[in-house]
Nanobody
Framework: QVQLVESGGGSVQAGGSLKLSCLASGDISSCGMGWYRQALGKERELNSFMYNTVSTTYADSVKGRFTISRDNDKNTLYLQMNSLKTEDTAVYYC?????????WGQGTQVTVSS
């Protein structure tokens, strides 16, 4: 069983930066982990995923602006978001995929204003 708690969301102006954190209650060293987001009225979409310590994937919409990283010693996943755009406004969710089981956090709101 893994529990995830996101933090670091907030309001920022376009062009600004935020760093999200996802603290896991259990051992995530063998889990793939990532970040999804869901804008109001839209479906939840993947924006970045880390399969292990070296293999990552990003959605085209965030490539070059967002960086996913993890610290297994701290059981924490991060998302550094730079050059934020108004269209990045969404609730951001952390996900852990551990031995075929998905675990989700409660989400953290990111609002980017022009």
């Amino acid at each position: 069983q893994v529990q995830l708690v996101e933090s670091g969301g907030g309001s920022v102006q376009a062009g600004g930066s935020l760093k999200l954190s996802c603290l896991a209650s259990g051992d995530i060293s063998s889990c793939g982990m990532g970040w999804y987001r869901q804008a109001l009225g839209k479906e939840r979409e993947l924006n970045s995923f880390m399969y292990n310590t070296v293999s990552t994937t990003y959605a085209d919409s965030v490539k070059g602006r967002f960086t996913i990283s993890r610290d297994n010693d701290k059981n924490t996943l991060y998302l550094q978001m730079n050059s934020l755009k108004t269209e990045d406004t969404a609730v951001y969710y952390c996900v852990a995929v551990c031995r075929g089981q998905d675990y989700w956090g409660q989400g953290t709101q990111v609002t980017v204003s022009s």
